[in-house]
């Protein structure tokens, strides 16, 4: 099924925009031709939110046959596509910024992230103040996870997080601040994972999760966090740090190029190992006899550096830290078995988070996070 949204939308409105053709069971929309959700009680899905770090347009298989670029060797990506057999693909999603925290700045809120005064990646603070940005995501901002956690979901982060903390910020607020109940995070945080950081930085060869193997741990994590909860919806930012460079696919990888490396090669590794990985969530999710009441979302924070040669944004032009197409214009795809399939609409069914109402039984509880 798929979808053609030709409104640009801000990250910060992702569920929203995915609330919409999907809650039906429990999401008031009072617009018209837009029909009423059913009266009965149903439990709140899960809610897992794929943010991959660095993704190209082209980098998922269902989107290349739109490319008039050669794309033949990236490797297929089975797993990610069934994703969007099983669910909705959308073509025009464009993220909020090219690049790494205003985007997740924006997804987080649900705002601009020059509201926050985040405006490029967070650093240390001497290039925080050349870029005259804050050190971190300021803790009275809006969030997501703090609105649905009054829902009454359940919510964790595990991956990337580069909203704060890290280098020489050391006072950033902790994650649980914005909502999350657990964390499990990597350097570019205020408390990273010591299994992450054996060292002073983003990797190292003796952090005891390697890095061909963190996707595993952060997927690990996301489904012992759905099995601890048996009895309460969740909301889960699963966010990797692949596909970002430097790529390791393997033990001998690191051997070879002990610093890592941006050749296509290794790219293939890791984005066969992250397709892999998004494979064991479904079939997590399915063991656990939940996967039919989650609703997956899989999209990427901003486009692809580096490109080889284009192919990576195919059709787009661009790459990260453009606002050429192929900077902003991500992947997006939704998976929710247990939602009331509606006609596929263009363009007009997007609405901002601020909207986004969760059932809870009889009681209808508007979550609002501020004005895009």
């Not at 990337?160 to 657990?182: C, L, N, Q, S």
């Amino acid at each position: 099924m798929f979808v053609k949204a030709t409104q640009l939308i801000l990250a910060g409105m992702l569920c929203s925009a995915v609330a919409s053709p999907f809650l039906l069971r429990s999401l008031p929309v009072n617009q018209p031709g837009v029909p009423d959700p059913i009266s009965a009680p149903v439990r709140q899905p899960n809610i897992i939110l794929v943010l991959v770090d660095d993704m190209g347009f082209a980098d998922v298989g269902c989107y290349r046959n739109r490319t008039g670029a050669t794309t033949g060797n990236l490797v297929p990506t089975p797993n990610i596509d069934r994703l969007a057999a099983e669910g909705i693909k959308f073509t025009n999603y464009y993220s909020a910024a090219p690049i790494c925290s205003p985007s997740r700045v924006a997804l987080t809120t649900g705002m601009t992230s020059g509201k926050w005064n985040i405006t490029s990646y967070l650093d240390n603070r001497k290039h925080n103040r050349t870029c005259e940005q804050a050190d971190f995501l300021d803790s009275s901002a809006p969030s997501v996870a703090r609105s649905l956690k009054t829902a009454g979901y359940a919510t964790a982060h595990f991956g990337k997080w580069h909203m704060g903390g890290g280098r020489d910020v050391t006072d950033a607020p902790g994650i649980t601040t914005y909502g999350f109940d657990e964390y499990a995070s990597t350097y570019e945080s205020p408390d990273p994972d010591p299994l992450l950081t054996s060292t002073n930085w983003i990797w190292a060869k003796t952090d005891s999760i390697k890095r061909w193997k963190r996707t595993a741990y952060f997927v690990d994590k996301t489904l012992d966090f759905l099995k601890r909860h048996p009895d309460q919806p969740c909301y889960i930012n699963l966010w990797p740090d692949d596909v970002h460079t430097p790529w390791v696919p393997d033990e001998s990888t690191l051997e070879n190029f002990p610093k890592g490396t941006e050749k296509p090669r290794e790219f293939n590794g890791v984005l066969a190992e992250l397709d892999n990985q998004i494979g064991r969530l479904m079939a997590g999710l399915k063991a656990q006899g939940v996967d039919n009441n989650t609703m997956v979302i899989f999209t990427s924070d901003n486009g692809p550096l580096p490109g080889f040669e284009g192919s990576r944004a195919a059709p787009y032009r661009g790459s990260k830290l453009s606002l050429y197409e192929g900077g902003i214009r991500m992947p997006f795809l939704i998976r929710y078995p247990g939602g009331r399939s509606i006609p596929a609409l263009c363009s007009a069914l997007l609405i901002c988070f601020r909207h986004l109402v969760v059932w809870q039984g009889k009681k209808k509880q508007a979550l609002r996070t501020g004005r895009i």
